[in-house]
């Protein structure tokens, strides 16, 4: 299975300021059909995750645009470009290019 | 829109066996995947199996092996997560998650339901 490593594991943040959460696969999530299927979840306290990114870069319905995604290959970055408190929770990447889906060990967004 | 709607709170013994159903809306139910995900408590995410549209079993994570059974009621667009030998490490929030259509991937998740193996 891959195995999707994240860093940091806690990330605080100042309200207003960029936070930048990674992750790196264990191989190339290039798909064969040439895409690659890298999402990003949000869970927020006693909450389910959320789809906020899909396909690297793009932003699920009703995702603010402060949130972005980028990447290739094995490296994969998500930006919050201004934190607000309904930030607050634990950020996931997930990857569907090979079954099963794997999950990233997730990185905890709070506020300084 | 788009809901799943996953059963309540289950306790129960260790070596004894649990269902867990989730019922989709708002979409035609047929034509999509469908995951279950777990999370035991303060942990991450893990897939536990994953069906297609027809309903087979696509996957089975190799820990469960042997241990889980989906099944689905097309009549009421419900998705059932059967795990039986239940140990206290099934202890978590099991959710399910629609597959996407349109790129690979999952898109809505179900509220998730706790499942407690105490004796």
């Known amino acids: 299975d891959i195995v999707l490593t994240q860093t940091p594991l806690s990330s605080p943040v100042t309200l207003g300021q960029p936070a930048s959460i990674s992750c790196r696969s264990s191989q190339s999530l290039v798909h064969s059909d040439g895409n690659t299927y890298l999402s990003w979840l949000q869970q927020r306290p006693g909450q389910p995750p959320r789809l906020l990114i899909y396909?690297?870069?793009n932003r699920f319905s009703g995702v603010p645009d402060r949130f972005s995604g980028s990447g290739a290959g094995t490296d994969f970055t998500l930006k919050i470009s201004r934190v607000e408190a309904d930030d607050v929770g634990i950020y996931y990447c997930v990857q569907a290019s090979q079954s099963p889906l794997t999950f990233g060990g997730g990185t905890k967004v709070e506020i300084e | 829109q788009v809901q799943l709607v996953q059963s309540g709170a289950e306790v129960r013994k260790p070596g004894a066996s649990v269902k867990v159903s989730c019922k989709a809306s708002?979409?035609?139910?047929?034509?999509?995947?469908l995951h279950w995900v777990r999370q035991a408590p303060g942990q991450g995410l893990e897939c536990v199996a994953e069906v297609n549209p027809r309903g087979d079993k696509v996957y089975n994570a190799q820990r469960f092996q042997g241990r889980v059974t989906v099944t689905r009621d097309t009549s009421t667009n419900t998705v059932f997560l059967e795990l039986s030998s239940l140990r206290s490490d099934d202890t978590a929030v099991y959710y399910c998650?629609?597959?996407?259509?349109?790129?690979?991937?999952?898109?809505?998740w179900g509220q998730g339901t706790l499942v407690t193996v105490s004796s």
């Open positions: 998650v629609r597959g996407t259509s349109n790129w690979k991937g999952i898109d809505f």
């Open positions: 708002g979409y035609n139910f047929t034509s999509y995947y």
């Open positions: 396909k690297i870069s």
